[in-house]
């Protein structure tokens, strides 16, 4: 830079060190919290994410569902109907309680996909971002899980679920917050790799209501529930993984 006035220097460069900044600041604020990997503390949290790990080494791999409590309880009370739908298609469970979107983006850079290509994933996640993220990022949270597993796994067909609801009835903050966010998300699906599915209605009452048959804590599944997941997904499932 040839500055002939000092001063008219100083002030340029004031106004590009300003620019600058200013833009790092912008470009900061969009790195908020759900699309920032980390990964969650606890040594629970990294032994099951690390026997992820060593289960993808193994390879044959059809099918994966990624997801945070609601998807880690596949194990728990859902694990008579996993085995009735999922035993003998080679999936793999890489839920875990807890998580939000920047955790499994963490996860998905750190091995739980190295390695394998499965027919299909279906990814249900953001419910634990509402009491931290308002819809618009954990949709971004979101968008950017699907947008590394359309990078680590190209082949994969992704089946992106609606936040499942939750709470007693439709009055309830959290559900609200995660009907905003479904609404952002369904726009993810091309219908080529990336598909959209509700099956919200399929766990509630008429009036909007949670039974607690179906979704006893208001948040997570009974048997019951999970075999209306399985059910509820099971024809879009089948076209994913091209099964006749």
């Keep these: 830079m040839n500055c002939f006035d000092r001063a008219g220097c100083r002030t340029t460069l004031l106004v590009v060190i300003w620019l600058l900044s200013s833009q790092a600041f912008a470009d900061d604020a969009k790195q908020h919290s759900a699309v920032k990997p980390i990964p969650q503390k606890g040594e629970r949290w990294k032994d099951r994410h690390e026997r992820f790990n060593a ?46 979107t920047q955790h499994v983006l963490w996860r998905l850079d750190h091995g739980n996909v190295n390695g394998i290509s499965p027919k299909a994933a279906v990814l249900m996640i953001g419910t634990n971002n509402a009491r931290e993220n308002p819809p618009a990022e954990t949709a971004d949270g979101i968008k950017a899980i699907v947008a590394k597993l359309r990078k680590k796994l190209p082949k994969t067909k992704i ?15 959290f559900r609200r917050q995660n ?64 099964e006749n």
């Design 55 to 100: 289960r993808v080494k193994k390879g044959n791999v059809d099918l994966i569902f990624i997801g945070d409590s609601i998807t880690h309880a596949w194990a728990g009370d859902g694990k008579r109907v996993w085995e009735k739908f999922y035993g003998k298609r080679n999936a793999v469970n890489l839920g875990i309680n807890s998580d939000r």
């Design 179 to 242: 009907i905003k966010t479904n609404a952002i998300i369904k726009n993810f699906a091309d219908e080529k790799m990336v598909f959209y599915l509700d099956i919200g209605e399929e766990f509630m009452t008429d009036d909007g209501r949670l039974p607690s048959k179906i979704v006893p804590d208001l948040v997570h599944l009974s048997h019951d529930g999970f075999e209306i997941w399985a059910r509820s997904i099971e024809p879009s499932l089948k076209k994913l993984m091209a």
């Design 159 to 173: 089946l992106v679920l609606a936040i499942f609801p939750r709470g007693k009835d439709k009055n309830d903050p």
